[in-house]
């Protein structure tokens, strides 16, 4: 046998295709499943891959037709641009700083709230959870005039605070009440899959319940916080509706509304506005190529009772 024939050979075992026995029912089955996974890569990938090369194209080569796959001349030009003409670092500085407090928020909040929903079966326990989690399926839209009534004269605290509107808090604590009631939700479905006898046997060598949950249970639980803070960060980063309606300078506005703000009555500066994109989907992306088993893990855990 050549060593071509056995590369292939070799290719084909990895791929499940070397099936001399029941060919060519199941190699026929295999080869439709690669080119369905194929064409589904393909399809999902592309929007991507037309917004990198478009972040690399010049103006007049965004705009000339026949559209060009692949840029004819390079160049991060756009990149160097939008920082420069543009206040971006003040933009992803609000970004980061709204997004990961409102992740920290929500998943330490969230990680003791699942917690307790899910080890003690006190009175209102599932009606209570069922308020809390219910409150994430009204459709954000219909809270815009709500949520912005209430930033713009916070009750209780308005003598204190002001306006919140046009600020970092206001989003923060809009983007906690939407993530919350989903890290309680995740949360509380990991801990109903971890053994209650790990809690007993920790009381039995002398932990209280706070260090048996701190001690004991929270390294175990580490898949499912990651998953949470995983989604909580995504959610508040790419968030646009309400970063749009509740802030209105760069002291306050987030990377999608940057984004957006290339878009014009009469015209769109696309080369600029794919590299803005390209800045905005960057976390997106990472989390899920490098933390996707831990996302699978933390949101399956506890769905199989045994």
């Not at 084909?12 to 064409?39: C, K, Q």
């Not at 219909?142 to 949520?147: D, E, H, K, R, T």
């Not at 749009?244 to 987030?254: F, G, P, Y």
Request: with cysteine; aromatic share 14%; proline share 6%.
């Amino acid at each position: 046998m050549s060593t071509k024939d056995s590369n292939f050979s070799r290719v084909a075992t990895r791929l499940g295709l070397n099936t001399d026995d029941v060919w060519p029912s199941v190699v026929r089955e295999r080869l439709l499943a690669y080119g369905l996974l194929l064409l589904y890569v393909v399809v999902i990938w592309f929007p991507i891959y037309y917004i990198f090369i478009t972040s690399l194209k010049t103006q007049s080569e965004v705009l000339t037709l026949p559209i060009t796959f692949f840029p004819q001349e390079p160049t991060a030009q756009n990149y160097v641009d939008i920082f420069r003409n543009r206040p971006f670092e003040a933009y992803t500085i609000n970004s980061l700083i709204v997004a990961t407090t409102t992740t920290v928020i929500c998943v330490t909040l969230g990680t003791m709230t699942g917690y307790t929903f899910s080890r003690h079966d006190f009175l209102g326990n599932k009606a209570l959870l069922l308020s809390i989690v219910a409150a994430r399926m009204i459709p954000p839209i219909a809270l815009i005039v709500p949520f912005f009534q209430i930033m713009s004269s916070p009750p209780l605290i308005g003598g204190l605070t002001g306006n919140l509107t046009d600020t970092r808090v206001a989003l923060i604590l809009t983007y906690t009440f939407f993530n919350l009631p989903f890290a309680v939700w995740i949360m509380k479905n990991y801990f109903d899959g971890v053994p209650t006898s790990l809690d007993e046997q920790a009381k039995v060598d002398g932990c209280s319940t706070w260090e048996a949950f701190v001690k004991i249970i929270l390294p175990v639980a580490k898949p499912g916080i990651a998953a949470t803070a995983i989604l909580a960060f995504i959610f508040s980063w790419n968030e646009f509706i309400f970063a749009l309606v509740l802030t209105r300078s760069e002291a306050s506005q987030t990377l999608p509304i940057a984004v957006s703000l290339f878009v014009a009555d009469d015209f769109v500066d696309w080369s600029h506005l794919a590299a803005g994109g390209m800045i905005a989907a960057l976390p997106g992306i990472l989390f899920g190529l490098f933390f996707q088993r831990y996302i699978v893990s933390g949101l399956t855990q506890g769905a199989v009772k045994e």
